[in-house]
Nanobody, 123 residues
Framework: VQLQASGGGLVQAGGSLRLSCAGS????????VGWFRQAPGKEREFVAA????????LYADSVKGRFSIARDNAKNTVVLQMNNLRPEDTAVYYC?????????????????WGQGTQVTVSS
C-alpha cells in the first residue's frame, strides 16, 4: 500500500490543523493506520492509531483530548484533527499502516510509511 500524507503547515499556538493520509489499493481497510511524528533531534514518537473498522482508537497521552483520528475506508483516507496546538507539537508527521488488528505504539510494528508532512506551531 502507498500512503500520501498532507495538510501540514504553519499555525499559531492554540490553532488547528487537519492532516490527511490517503492510501492506495483495495486493501486499505484491512490495515491499522497510525500517525507518528518526529521533531528535529528527537526520535520518532507515536501520536495516534485507528483500527481497521475505525471503531477503536488509541492516543499518546501528550495529545489526548486535543487530537482525534478518524477514517473513511470508502475513500481510503485517515484524518488527524489537531486542535489547541502547542509549540511542542512541531514535527514532521507521518502516517503508517500495519497488518493485523492490534493498535500498536511502536514504529517498528508498522510496515508502510508515507513521506511525512511538516507541522510548525509558533508561540
Amino acid at each position: 500500500v502507498q500512503l500520501q500524507a498532507s495538510g501540514g503547515g504553519l499555525v499559531q499556538a492554540g490553532g488547528s490543523l487537519r492532516l490527511s493520509c490517503a492510501g492506495s489499493g483495495h486493501t486499505f481497510s484491512t490495515y491499522v493506520v497510525g500517525w507518528f511524528r518526529q521533531a528535529p533531534g528527537k526520535e520518532r514518537e507515536f501520536v495516534a492509531a485507528i483500527s481497521r473498522s475505525g471503531s477503536s482508537t488509541l492516543y499518546a497521552d501528550s495529545v489526548k483530548g486535543r487530537f482525534s483520528i478518524a477514517r473513511d475506508n470508502a475513500k481510503n483516507t485517515v484524518v488527524l484533527q489537531m486542535n489547541n496546538l502547542r509549540p511542542e507539537d512541531t514535527a514532521v508527521y507521518y502516517c503508517a499502516t500495519r497488518m493485523g488488528a492490534l493498535l500498536r505504539v511502536e514504529s517498528k510494528e508498522y510496515d508502510y510509511w508515507g513521506q511525512g508532512t511538516q507541522v510548525t506551531v509558533s508561540s
